[in-house]
């Protein structure tokens, strides 16, 4: 599964190189570049990788919550 999601993340990165040349994409790329976007994302949830961990509270978020709770 590791070589697939380099694979199709290769070939992804190709399309976006594409993309920047040609200033744009046509509807049959568009198509082709989501459905390998939709399955490396797949791809990356069996494997089990998480996204960032939840960012901590700021100071002023945390004071904010805990006024309104009081």
Do not use: C
Not at 8 to 37: C, N, P, Q, T
């Amino acid at each position: 599964m590791i070589e697939q999601a380099a694979q199709i993340r290769l070939r992804l990165a190709g399309m976006d190189r594409k993309f920047m040349e040609a200033g744009g994409m046509v509807e049959h790329d568009s198509r082709v570049y989501l459905a390998w976007s939709n399955s490396l994302s797949r791809l990356m949830r069996q494997l089990g990788t998480q996204g960032p961990p939840p960012r901590a509270p700021t100071l002023t978020n945390y004071l904010a919550e805990k006024s309104q709770a009081a």
